[in-house]
């Protein structure tokens, strides 16, 4: 079964692309966790929820997970050689 999104790519395609010589290896559901927890870091910073020093590294991290998620490509995914992007292949374990 393959999904197709709006410009007619396939979810499996969009995992074989590159981005500036990265193998893109966030599937969307990765993707979308990462930008919902960057909204709601900088929600809760916006609100004052956090201290100087964590509203900070809340602000980093959200940009962190935002850039992942608007790029992705996750670079510890890189490091340990997974991938959450969806294979059609029968036994295949995201791993490179």
Do not use: Q
């Not at 927890?37 to 809340?58: D, E, P, Q, R």
């Not at 992942?68 to 490509?73: D, E, F, R």
Request: proline share 4%; with cysteine.
């Amino acid at each position: 079964m393959r999904l197709i999104i709006a410009s007619g790519v396939s979810i499996p395609e969009i995992c074989s692309m590159r981005f500036k010589g990265k193998e893109i290896n966030m599937g969307s559901a990765d993707r979308i966790a990462r930008m919902f927890s960057a909204i709601m870091l900088i929600s809760l910073y916006a609100l004052g929820v956090f201290t100087i020093w964590y509203g900070v590294t809340a602000l980093v991290a959200a940009i962190f997970l935002m850039t992942t998620s608007l790029i992705g490509t996750c670079p510890l995914y890189s490091i340990i050689k997974v991938s959450s992007c969806p294979v059609d292949e029968p036994g295949h374990n995201n791993f490179y």
